[in-house]
């Protein structure tokens, strides 16, 4: 094989340079092309329909009187507002009430209840009552409603029994993927609970 | 082989003594007598290529014995020894080679300019060991790297303390996207498609980038130069997850013609487990492919390459928290909240990831030392995290992001004499859409970003004992995103007074914004490789590197329900710019050699994620996190030692320690690797069929610098609010890993060779959690593992 270099290769050679640097140019304007077909259709915000930004707990008398209405707004979301919170009034004493929560989605456009989600996906949620002070104890109401398909509480309906003058504050609490079967969970216990926290919500109460 | 005969050239030479100054010319001719145009001739450390007749001329020579060495593709090289007494003329006839082509062509293509820093490489038989697992594993081989890792899947380098944007990893000359970003992006790139891994700590890979604040990984693929065929598969089995891989690649070599490569790989891995329980959903599925063509002509190549990788990670179901109060039972319970029985089902938190790259590269050689390279790439990634949401919310990604990256270089490189010089521009461009679908905020917006920068190396021997490299680099980048900022974000932030004239859009609750930053960064190197005599060798090295804020550093902007935290970028951060001196010393006895690297890193504007405060939501409290800067300092050493006590027993040792401080806080780091000290003995005898055991120890310390970010929450207890600390700062103890490689050869087929391998990991069955593995507040890190390895060459 001769190895002399023949000026036939080195022409081959310059063609091939000549192809390159048309690929090369076909390259950069492939790239300045996509560099300005830059569109201005903006995307629209995202709509957070998952969202709960509206918390209700409401608390009717058995026998009649004065419903309590516990709210908890937090229209931004994980913005850096501070939730409103409002509590329509006092307990009275020697009562038994009656509460139901709903979850709402405020900052959507028309308002989203999230209500139903929770109770078709029963068996992943559960609600908790804790309570702090003098207050006497929440407990979970015992419709059949309260409970999912396993029969396993719920908890959206809660049973609060006043005595006397009390105060003290109320958190609820909405655990996702709890261990329904932990200790004392189904009593209303959050220690075993797991899960993680879908919403938690706390109301300064008053019992007069 | 002539490369061993330059490198053997390289040393041997001396500079003699120079009194007397002689010319030597002449000519290179075949044996027809026809001259050889560009062939090489080296005198001594200088080289010249011959010109258009043949002829060529030293000047200015030193009397005294002197090396010539003259080749040619393709011609039986000579080498010679003279002695130079005064001036002569040689005419060389070279011999055709006839029997094979095994010159090879390119010569400089993996060298590095970086003379006066010490690269760290993987070999291939390293990389192999690690088939089954990940990169990040692989570069902990290098002391001074560390990992950053998110469970065990996820695993990110830390280069000297340093990781995620200021580590970029250029794989098959592609600077790697989308790994940068937050700590549970990891490289998207199966181990089993390096050939070999070079680690450069610090920022002196010019050519690469300008922003490698901490380092650079560079991975080159296999490439086989000889003409030949042969193809290699590795199987894994792992009883940790109960799962394993299979890679499989075929190799076709050329000197002159076609080559090419395919590899392709499978991984299947169920719930991996911690000593006493198992870690629930931390499976992982791969599948990649890459495969590359190349022509190679008599003084050019041109070639294409693509590669596909997809991985679906599993994210430890206990790490899905919600509130402080989930974090603080989590850290205080120290088992995690989850648990089931072990299944290779994935389910949510999970990671879907996709990369693809392709790429067309062009090298022309004028000459055997110069030569000028092209290469066009382009990368999508698509990545989806999901997350435990509730209803049919859960199977939407909680994140979706698109980038697309355009990447154009062109690298030019010449040697002179002592003389080298590599120049070249790079541009790319890059676009990322975040889908609206997912109903959750992104926490990367959509954005646009050009960059271009600009390059020139040199590197000059001043002797055989002293060569000095130098190189500056510009780039220009600009960045323009489109993001709606909630309004109470946006004032909460402050942004009015300084970015209001990024407001494009006033949406009701919502602005939405431009925001657009341009940079023009400069960045250089310097620095000197002396041989102090024999067998002592020193390299230092000043580099000056500038990173500007990435997307997650500008625009982060809710909740990371990985972590449990409201992460807040800052519009109003500035680039960050790192010096950093390096020196290492490598001393070579006998059967003994020692490196010592120690080095300063003092970063200005440093940037950081550290916690501010609270913010209460209707999910209840989380802690605030956001983006910093300060000034900072990082300084440590690393060393290396390796003993070959006998023919059959080797002695390794590495030891990597790291200081970050804040210098205007006057506190540490957080999220700095703690001091870790390794051990390794081997035991090889070749003629029991290669038999190798290798017992590995590593020491991990306890990090006792660290800066405390605890906080306290309020819990309900005994009926009242109590105060407790999460404790998030607090590092875990030390911990002591063994393991044990063993391997035996067998001779199969006829040429092929088959290796067996087996391994444990984590021998004792430590229970243990790492500082930098940000799942050490949620579970152990994964107990003994036994893991079968079958590779069969052919």
Known sequence: MKTKIS?????????????????????VAVLAFSSCSKDDNVTPPVNENELITTITAIYTPQGGGTTVTLQYKDLDGDGPNAPVVTVSGPFAQSKTYDGAVTFKNEAANPVINLTPEIITEGVDHQLFYQKT????????????????????????QSVFTTTGVATGTLKITLIHQPNKSGVNVAAGDITNAAGSTDAEVTFNIEVQ | MQKRNLTFFLFILFCTSAFSQNTISGKTLNQEQAPLIGSHVHIGKRTVSTDSDGNFIFKNLSAGNTTIHVSYVGYQSIDTIINIKSDLRLDF???QNTSTLQEVLIKQKTSSLNKSVLEQKIKLETIEKYSNQTLGDALKEVAGVSSLKSGSTVVKPIINGLYGSRVPVITNNVRLEDQEWGTEHAPNFDINAAGKITVIKGATGLQ???????????????????DTLFGKTILNFDSNGRGGSISSSIHKGNNLGLSWNALSTFKYIGDKEAPTYVLSNTGNREANFSGDIKFTGKNYDISSFYSYYKALIGILSASHTGNVNDLYNSINNQVPAVVNDFTYTIKNPKQDVQHHIAKVNFNYHFNEMTSIALQYSFQLNKRLEFDVRRGDYNNIAALDLELKTHSLNIDYKKNLHDWSIKSGVNTSFQNNYANPATGIRPLIPNYDKTDFGVYGIVNHDFSDSFSVDAGLRYDFSKIQATKYYQKSRWDERGYDNEFSDFIVGDYGTQWLTKPNFVFNNFSFSAGFHKKLSKDWDCFTNISFASRNPNPSEYFSDGLHHATGIIELGDLGLDKEQATKLAVTIHKKWNSFSLEINPYINSIHNYMFLTPVGFETTIRGAFPVWEYQQTNAR???IDIQTHWNITNQWEHLFSFAYVNGKDVVENQPLIDMPPLSVNNKIKFTKKEWKELSLELKSEIVFKQNQYPNNNFNTNIISNDAFVSVQVDVSTPPPAYHLLSFNSEIKFKTFKKGVTTLAFTVQNILDTKYR???NRQRFFADEIGRSYQIQLKINY
Do not use: C, H, R, W
């Not at chain 2, 991975?219 to 000889?226: A, F, L, M, N, T």
């Open chain 1, 7 to 27: 000026n036939n290769q080195f022409n081959l050679n310059t063609k091939k340079m000549k192809n390159l640097k048309i690929t090369a140019l076909a390259l």
């Open chain 2, 634 to 636: 990082l300084s440590g």
């Open chain 1, 133 to 156: 002070g003098t207050l006497n104890a929440f407990t979970y109401g015992t419709a059949a409603s309260n409970f999912d398909v396993n029969g396993k509480v719920i908890g959206l």
């Open chain 2, 93 to 95: 006839y070279l011999k």
């Open chain 2, 770 to 772: 790492d500082y930098l």
């Open chain 2, 208 to 226: 690469y980038s300008g922003d490698a604040v901490g380092g650079l990984v560079i991975i080159e693929p296999i490439s086989v130069k000889k």
